[in-house]
């Protein structure tokens, strides 16, 4: 079901469909049909229409934001391969940006990211997606790329080979990925048998055998229009676009008929419970056990829906709070179902330490053979579903999750009748149905459990089989939207203390995003407090004065709100989101966690153990790794030095009065507050002024450092056992406050990044070097650094470094051409778009600009001033700033 694929998409980066059926039909493109007229319908309704050939148009109008979001969908995925043909699915994704008859290579991402657009495309089990996010006047455009591409691949056999290469590096990239690692193994384990056995990006064996032949006869077999829908979202004119879409579409002809494989049956006994350990270089123990569940179309999926987010969806959920808050067993679990066209799993997710394992998995199948899914409160049970119900409704917040949302429901479920009918059977669970539904689905005999384990670790399968048989029996264990005062205009209010309170009304959802940013973070820090203001960040929200942690989780469940807060080099801030029929309950809250925060002894003991983990979850990650290690390698002095996070021995010594002073500190800056959505205007000013007032000294000022940078200007780290070498060049940049140089060095990035940039086309198009190649910018406010990235093979290490040279070296020589410019001028607009649609994203952009110190117009001048940017000032930038000889290179290798 869309709902709960999406909280596995980060993980997988797939979502799920249901059968279709299709028709051998075909069409004449010499008969012109007569369209329906659109125009008469209101505006925001969602038009669907059906051409003759089958294919469905499904058009919405949106006109909250200046884009139009499109998404091609294709019923075929890797569900659709044999052992054979396993991964063609993704390699023909991957096929379709590397030329058409129409455009060469790259040009389809070039001539979407020219006018500012984005574009992309995703595998699944199920289907294909080919999707596009323009602005709206270049619309047509957009629809013309991905309809292009979809039918049109040129499947160059040179190109073809050097795709294969990156396919596979992408591989190896997944492999030295604990999450990716796990479904792997448990997909084996889970769907042994069916189509759903492989990875969706194939094996090593398969991708490379791939021929030109073979994936035109792919397309020729599945690419059938009437198994595929197109989306078109955002600021349209429908009647235009339906026009478009018979005019691109129209006239293409189904050649066979496309049979889903058959439903999955989950056999009566299964042969669990297995369990398989997979030792490698990792710092922590990462579990998943999973159980096979019904198709995505099932009636039961809103029962286990809800079961699964009583069980672990949340932090306030049963086995999050038994195993992580109350037995500290675990540094995270949770429970997702998900499900596919022809059938599913429920995945529990669990990451811990070694030394806690066979307790772990002891308590833990103990809990799970004596649960009882009838003992959960009524308030469990409306929290559960308010939260289920909330996640469906913010989808719509943004286009793309508009786009994904409403096509999700047109192609997979048959219209957004079926979201109604979702949340109808969702209301109806009861307890007896979850208890009848956890005894059919949650037993022993069908458990399927892979661990991954730190080489050193003597954890044994057959152990973990036997505890599971001993203590497990296999016997049957059968308001309506309050109205607020709305402001219509943007304002900025002074508050006490040299505060300020910025006010972004929003009416299209009745929710509130609310930002408060405070300079300090790793600022306020001396070089032995490394981690302080991170751990202060992270015991904040854990309890106050009048509630406790668990009390505060529940009482954001009841309503389905969040509060966060993090710390920056030179930041401090806490932001929070509900729904505005809440303000009232919501705003007492933030003032007490602001004002009288407990910081219990027993919460920051959890809050250090969360950090730690934290800190070697990331060193199992080689980017993680590098990242973590970057700031200290580049800067010798000021905030930008420490270890963002500290060390485990250095996090475990920081105690409660550290932690207290810290916040003394902090609570007591300057501050900007920034409110996003629908609000009543005087009880934020209210509340505002009042924090103003209770925190804020007089003479708390922060100054911005600028950093001395170190001598050492080389490092490689190891992490043993993985597949790829990662490489980051790095050149110092002025910071923020420089907006003529912060303009130029935007568009640089624009220019270098993307799938058409220099950078994608050369080292990846041409060479083949890497599945992930790109242009980073980082800018605080007196520096900065642009790096470029490569994660790549290690025998290609030194060919990547001197393509990296090269485009400099051509980037030096020659003024690049204005068409190239015009392309990251547009990006950069469009990527500010793309980027400010949530109303988190909107409070957080002006409380953190107006609170270091910039006005809330900063990037729109930024962006303006990029229009004004000549070749010779970006060659000039390149000589100044990007000499090889002076870069800082940091590698992470194998």
């Not at 086995?319 to 022809?342: G, H, T």
């Not at 913010?394 to 429901?409: D, P, Q, R, V």
């Not at 992270?538 to 009048?546: F, I, P, V, W």
Request: proline share 5%; hydrophobic share 35%; net charge negative.
């Amino acid at each position: 079901m869309f709902r709960k694929a999406l909280l596995l998409g980060g993980l997988l980066m797939l979502l799920t469909s249901c059968q279709t059926t299709m028709n051998k039909k075909i069409t004449s493109p010499e008969v012109a049909p007569t369209l329906p007229s659109l125009s008469e319908t209101h505006d925001g309704d969602t038009h669907i229409i059906k051409l003759q050939n089958g294919l469905t148009v499904l058009i919405k109008q949106d006109d909250r934001f200046p884009l139009v979001n499109a998404r091609l969908y294709v019923h075929a995925g890797s569900a659709y391969e044999t052992p054979q043909l396993a991964g063609i699915s993704h390699l023909l994704e991957h096929m379709v940006f590397k030329g058409t008859k129409k455009r060469g290579l790259g040009q389809s991402a070039r001539d979407i990211e020219s006018v500012g657009g984005s574009m992309n495309a995703a595998t699944s089990f199920d289907y294909t997606v080919f999707y596009v996010e323009v602005p709206d006047s270049s619309w047509k455009l957009g629809l013309d790329v991905i309809t292009d591409m979809a039918f049109n691949p040129t499947i160059d056999p040179d190109e073809l080979k050097s795709e294969k290469k990156v396919v596979l590096e992408e591989l190896e990239r997944g492999e030295d990925t604990p999450g990716n690692k796990l479904f792997k193994t448990l997909q084996g384990m889970i769907w042994k048998g069916t189509s759903y056995e492989w990875p969706i990006i194939g094996s090593r064996e398969t991708v490379s055998s791939f021929t030109h032949k073979d994936i035109k006869q792919y397309i020729k077999d599945f690419y059938q229009p009437q198994s595929m829908l197109l989306a078109v979202v955002g600021k349209v004119d429908p009647d235009q676009v339906l026009a478009e879409a018979q005019r691109l579409l129209g006239h293409l002809s189904n050649t066979k008929t496309v049979t889903p494989p058959e439903t999955i049956t989950i056999p009566a006994t299964g042969h669990g419970p297995q369990v398989v350990k997979l030792p490698g270089k990792w710092n922590k123990v990462y579990l998943g056990a999973a159980f096979p569940i019904p198709h995505g179309t099932s009636a039961e999926m809103a029962g286990l829906e809800l079961l699964s987010q009583l069980m672990g969806g949340d932090d306030s959920s049963r086995l999050y709070r038994k195993f992580k808050y109350e037995k500290q067993l675990v540094d995270d679990i949770s429970v997702s179902p998900l499900a596919l066209e022809r059938g599913g799993m429920l995945y529990v997710n669990a990451t811990l330490d070694a030394d806690k394992v066979d307790q772990f998995w002891a308590e833990f199948m103990a809990e799970l053979s004596s649960f009882d899914a009838t003992s959960f409160s009524d308030r469990e049970i409306e929290r559960a579903r308010l939260n289920l119900e909330d996640s469906m409704f913010l989808a719509k917040e943004t286009l793309s999750g508009l786009a994904s949302k409403t096509g999700y429901f047109q192609f997979f479920e048959n219209g957004e009748q079926a979201e109604k009918n979702y949340l109808f059977a969702l209301s109806q669970v009861t307890r007896e149905e979850m208890k009848t539904l956890y005894a059919k689905y949650i037993r022993p005999e069908q458990l399927a459990t892979a661990v991954l384990v730190p080489e050193s670790s003597e954890l044994s399968p057959e152990k973990m089989v036997s505890v599971t048989q001993s203590l497990w029996s296999t016997q049957d264990n059968i308001q309506k939207t309050q109205i607020h005062k709305m402001d219509t205009a943007e304002q900025v209010v002074e508050l006490p203390g040299g505060n300020k309170l910025v006010l972004l009304p929003d009416a299209t959802l009745p929710y509130t995003a609310m930002s408060i940013y405070w300079t300090g973070g790793d600022g306020e820090l001396s070089p032995d407090q490394q981690g302080l203001a991170a751990l202060t960040a992270k015991s904040l929200t854990r309890g106050t004065m009048n509630m406790s942690a668990t009390e505060i989780q529940d009482f954001l469940s009841d309503h389905a709100a969040s509060i966060g807060s993090s710390a920056g080099r030179n930041v401090f801030a806490l932001e929070t989101k509900y729904p505005v029929r809440f303000t009232d309950k919501i705003l007492p809250l933030i003032r007490e966690v602001l004002t009288a925060p407990a910081f219990d002894a027993k919460e920051i003991e959890r809050a250090k153990q969360d950090q730690i983990a934290g800190i070697k979850r990331r060193e199992d990650r080689p980017l993680g790794l590098a990242f973590r290690q970057l700031f200290p390698f580049l800067f010798k002095t000021g905030p930008y030095a420490l270890l963002h996070q500290g060390t485990p021995e250095e996090v475990e010594q920081l105690s409660q009065s550290d932690i207290m002073r810290f916040w003394g500190r902090q609570s007591m800056h300057p501050f900007t507050i920034a409110v996003c959505g629908q609000f009543d205007s005087e009880m934020i000013k209210a509340f505002s002024s009042d924090i103003s007032q209770t925190l804020t000294a007089p003479g708390n000022g922060y100054e911005f450092t600028t950093p001395e940078w170190n001598t050492e200007r080389e490092r490689t780290l190891h992490l043993p056992d993985r597949n790829q070498s990662h490489i980051l060049m790095v050149f110092p940049t002025p910071g923020q406050s420089d907006r003529d140089t912060s303009a130029r060095l935007e568009l640089l990035k624009a220019a270098l990044s993307g799938q058409s940039g220099l950078l994608f086309r050369d080292l990846r198009d041409k060479q083949g070097l890497a599945y992930t190649v790109t242009a980073m910018l980082w800018q605080s406010k007196n520096t900065g650094f642009m790096a470029l990235y490569i994660g790549t093979g290690p025998d290609k290490v030194e060919a990547s470094l001197q393509g990296f040279n090269k485009v400099l070296a051509d980037l030096t020589a020659k003024p690049l051409p204005e068409e190239e410019l015009a392309r990251a001028r547009n990006i950069l607009v469009g990527d500010y778009y793309q980027e400010h649609q949530s109303l988190l994203s909107r409070s957080r952009q002006a409380a953190s600009l107006l609170t270091r110190g910039f006005d809330r117009d900063y990037e729109h001048d930024i962006i303006e001033r990029a229009k004004t940017v000549t070749p010779k000032e970006i060659q000039e930038l390149v000589r100044d700033y990007l000499d090889p000889n002076k870069a800082y290179m940091m590698k992470v290798t194998p």
